[in-house]
């Protein structure tokens, strides 16, 4: 996603090299929301496709990609996911993406 530069959070518009990857795949999306709204099926499957060549290279289970999700936005200080060292905060990710992070165990 684009960072908005005067509040330095992620928008929905997405950078000039994520369009061009969604091109380079077949997507027309020029916003996450689009790609994550329409389970938009270029975009899934070049993600699909990249996270199984990683997993042919694992040399054991639990190296390999089971679940994932795309989401609509990008991890920010602004948006609580990241400390202002930048280290992840788990616990505000498992409360903010409770719902997501349930739906792989529901599937």
């Not at 061009?20 to 997507?27: A, M, P, Q, R």
């Not at 190296?63 to 505000?92: C, H, N, Y």
Request: with cysteine.
């Amino acid at each position: 996603c684009a960072v908005d530069l005067d509040t330095s959070e992620p928008t929905d518009c997405l950078t000039q090299e994520a369009r061009d990857f969604c091109e380079k795949v077949g997507s027309k999306a020029t916003k996450a929301s689009e790609i994550v709204r329409e389970r938009d099926p270029a975009v899934y499957r070049a993600i699909r496709e990249g996270i199984d060549r990683v997993n042919a290279r694992a040399v054991a289970n639990v190296q390999r990609v089971q679940k994932w999700a795309v989401l609509e936005k990008d991890f920010s200080i602004a948006g609580g996911e990241f400390g202002p060292t930048m280290k992840l905060r788990r616990q505000a990710v498992m409360e903010k993406y409770r719902d997501d992070i349930e739906a792989f165990y529901r599937d």
